[in-house]
């Protein structure tokens, strides 16, 4: 007689493990309408604008070095004195620089997809000290310099996502300037962005030129700032609950807030801390930068195909747990459960992830959820009051199922405490599964199953 109820549980077992091909097709599915969801996020960036990184601005000067030099005639072999020009730049960083700035999210969708796109408004002020003299960089003390126009330089990893010219004031010496961005940051070859011709003041005794840029930007997922001034202060806030800090630098936790209204985070770096300049004057910086920044990101801890894929992980609890206790009623109650009924029932678990998926895609993901679980919690039990002959034994596995469910939801809604939640729930299933089986004779059940009973 063992060996029938072993035959019985072995034949349970491949039935539990053969609805993994449902289950694993369903997972798949999942993962492919995720990894589309992640392509329209990119094919949105591509369309619209990307992450954006903000480095700057700083002073450009550029000049010309024109200096004497001897070489050798190639036609007469006599060495001769020639003129040489020789390009070069000076860049100043400035003392400081501060960023006050407020991002709104909005959604761009495409067909059943959605991307979160960003809109930053940012007023950058800040100033240069301008010494008595510039530091030309001279090759030759006898050498001229040819000054060219400076310019004030603004890096933006996407300049299509501006919104409008940027405004730029300056007020330096006596003189208070407007100047028109131009596109380009003339910064390196490979750093997109920005810049503003403007007028120094009169050289002779040091200065100071300040300055004030309005900006409006928009991108997607991200916004980083490069710390390239000797004291730099910025200064984030926005309706968006679920920011993740990154970068170089962490904002100050004593003045950070993030709440379901919000969040504001500042940041105080100074130019000791990075090497924000040097990798500047290194002028190797890729489109997507190479600098040390501080930056946010515009998270969804929660949605519908990660919460998805974590409710699939959960699968074979559901497979378990649903075959375990129709096996345990079977033995204990003599009633026969044909594998085909075992069958039915899993299958029935396997199409509530399916219709949990596709619902969630037009609903919300609660109301998917319920949906879905009632929809299987209605069929298993009106399945099982047939099967086991009582309408009380049907609901009662009906009832268990949608705690069972319930247990899910709150699992699939929690961002922090999915793990501790989950253990306490296996936790609390094996307890129960113990104590009710505390007292049972295992010897007598299992002669006891060898009598068939009718299910009524």
Known sequence: MQKALLLKALAVLLLGLSLMIPLSMIDGL??????????????????????????????????????????????????????????????????????????????????????????????????????????????????RIIAGKPYLALGISDPR????????????????????????????????????????????????????????????????????????????QSSWPHPSFGGRFLPDPKTQSVTQEGFRAQWHVASLATRAQQQILAANCGPAGCLDTLDVRFIEPVNIYSQADRAIKYDVMFIALTFGAFFLFEVMKRLPVHPAQYTLVGLALAMFFLLLLALSEHIAFGAAYLIAASACVGLVGFYLAGVLGSALRGGTFAGLLAALYGALYGLLV???????????????????????????????????????ASAT
């Open 161 to 236: 996502g501006l919104a409008g010219a940027p405004k730029l004031a300056l007020a330096g010496g006596a003189v208070e300037q407007a100047p028109n961005f131009e596109q380009g940051s003339r910064i390196d070859a490979q750093l997109n962005g920005i810049h503003a011709h403007v007028e120094l003041p009169a050289p002779g005794k040091p200065q100071s030129l300040a300055y004030t840029i309005s900006l409006a930007l928009t991108g997607t997922e991200r916004v980083a700032f490069a710390p390239i001034a000797g004291d730099n202060r910025i200064d984030l």
């Open 30 to 143: 999942v993962r492919e309408r995720q990894s589309r969801q992640q392509q329209v996020t990119l094919d949105i960036a591509q369309s619209y604008a990307g992450e954006q990184q903000i480095a700057g601005p700083l002073l450009i000067v550029p000049y010309e070095e024109e200096y004497r030099t001897s070489e050798i005639d190639p036609q007469t072999s006599t060495r001769r004195e020639v003129w040489r020009r020789q390009a070069r730049r000076i860049v100043l960083f400035p003392d400081k620089l501060d960023v006050s700035g407020k991002i709104d999210t909005n959604v761009k969708t495409r067909g059943l997809f959605r991307a979160r796109v960003l809109d930053l408004q940012a007023t950058i002020t800040g100033g240069f000290s301008l010494p008595a003299e510039l530091p030309w960089e001279r090759q030759d003390k006898d050498s």
């Open 414 to 452: 929690s961002e922090d405490n999915a793990l501790l939640m989950g253990a306490l729930l296996l936790f609390g299933v094996l307890g129960v599964a113990m104590w009710v089986t505390r007292k049972f004779d295992w010897y007598r059940m299992t002669l006891r199953s060898s009598t068939p």
